[in-house]
């Protein structure tokens, strides 16, 4: 990738991170942990790869993302207004009794978000039949979806799957965040979805496995997924939770809490830090 281009998608990303753990605190609540391991994949998706508008965000002619790991809503909403969609003012709405931008991504008041979604499972068969629609209108819309490794022990996932691929559901991209944490603890552990990459091939996924906070990888894959005409893909990206903030990293404490002040801190120092060389970096 041109250098300037991989600096701008690391600049975004921070920025983004920055965001995210400024509401979860403005909140005193929300899902940090798992939002911050998907931020790069996003940045990407919305910055160098989607067919969007934000000046026209219901285009019928639009690519579509479902967020299906909808509680990681403070990953989506600082990506979708920092590419324009809404004032970066409107984050500090977020879990508010008085706004309508709720602790899951949520479609009809926040634009660009093109499902709502919360109940693990169910936002990726919402984008299996976005996927199955956009074939028989002969139209060319790719589908994202981003999951949880977590939530790929629902049973519903691999119904999905397995209509995803009986289809042909060539256009449908899934990326699995796989962490390796969720709220009760390590997946292994909780329950064990490994060997992931053999079961996907088993229900005739296209599966390519990379790490998930390297933006060359990630454009890689995605030239990977449009290159496939048969079936459908899976992107697994190996990440870590709490990305970015030290005490975060890696911790699963942090799935589903908000920080307090002293905590705060210490994230935006480590935060803004990180964005401080970066642009160092650029210049």
């Given at each position: 990738?041109?250098?300037?281009?991989?600096?701008?998608?690391?600049?975004?990303?921070?920025?983004?991170?920055?965001?995210?753990?400024?509401?979860?605190?403005?909140?005193?609540?929300?899902?940090?942990?798992?939002?911050?391991?998907?931020?790069?994949?996003?940045?990407?998706?919305?910055?160098?790869?989607?067919?969007?508008?934000?000046?026209?965000?219901?285009?019928?002619?639009?690519?579509?993302?479902?967020?299906?790991?909808?509680?990681?809503?403070?990953?989506?909403?600082?990506?979708?207004?920092?590419?324009?969609?809404?004032?970066v003012e409107n984050l500090k709405m977020f879990r508010?009794?008085?706004?309508?931008?709720?602790?899951?991504?949520?479609?009809?008041?926040?634009?660009?978000?093109?499902?709502?979604?919360?109940?693990?499972?169910?936002?990726?068969?919402?984008?299996?039949?976005?996927?199955?629609?956009?074939?028989?209108?002969?139209?060319?819309?790719?589908?994202?979806?981003?999951?949880?490794?977590?939530?790929?022990?629902?049973?519903?996932?691999?119904?999905?799957?397995?209509?995803?691929?009986?289809?042909?559901?060539?256009?449908?991209?899934?990326?699995?965040?796989?962490?390796?944490?969720?709220?009760?603890?390590?997946?292994?552990?909780?329950?064990?979805?490994?060997?992931?990459?053999?079961?996907?091939?088993?229900?005739?996924?296209?599966?390519?496995?990379?790490?998930?906070?390297?933006?060359?990888?990630?454009?890689?894959?995605?030239?990977?997924?449009?290159?496939?005409?048969?079936?459908?893909?899976?992107?697994?990206?190996?990440?870590?939770?709490?990305?970015?903030?030290?005490?975060?990293?890696?911790?699963?404490?942090?799935?589903?809490?908000?920080p307090n002040d002293e905590e705060y801190q210490v994230?935006?120092?480590?935060?803004?830090?990180?964005?401080?060389?970066?642009?160092?970096?650029?210049?």
């Open positions: 990738m041109e250098k300037t281009k991989l600096t701008q998608l690391k600049l975004t990303a921070a920025k983004a991170r920055l965001l995210a753990v400024e509401m979860v605190h403005d909140a005193a609540s929300g899902h940090p942990g798992g939002s911050l391991s998907c931020m790069d994949v996003l940045t990407d998706l919305y910055f160098s790869q989607m067919r969007v508008d934000p000046k026209n965000p219901h285009d019928p002619d639009r690519d579509r993302f479902v967020m299906s790991k909808g509680h990681c809503s403070p990953a989506l909403y600082p990506i979708l207004a920092l590419r324009g969609f809404f004032p508010r009794i008085d706004g309508h931008m709720s602790g899951h991504v949520e479609m009809h008041y926040n634009p660009g978000v093109d499902m709502s979604t919360g109940s693990l499972g169910q936002g990726i068969s919402a984008a299996c039949g976005m996927a199955l629609g956009a074939k028989h209108a002969g139209s060319a819309v790719n589908v994202y979806a981003i999951l949880g490794d977590g939530e790929v022990e629902e049973g519903e996932c691999w119904e999905a799957f397995m209509f995803a691929a009986h289809y042909g559901l060539s256009n449908l991209c899934v990326m699995l965040d796989r962490n390796h944490l969720q709220i009760d603890g390590t997946t292994e552990t909780v329950m064990n979805s490994a060997p992931l990459e053999d079961k996907l091939r088993a229900f005739n996924f296209n599966v390519v496995t990379i790490n998930g906070h390297d933006f060359d990888q990630i454009e890689s894959a995605v030239q990977a997924f449009h290159a496939e005409t048969e079936k459908p893909t899976c992107i697994i990206l190996d990440t870590v939770k709490g990305t970015g903030v030290s005490y975060m990293t890696n911790s699963v404490a942090w799935h589903g809490k908000g994230a935006m120092n480590e935060l803004n830090a990180a964005y401080a060389a970066l642009e160092q970096e650029e210049n």
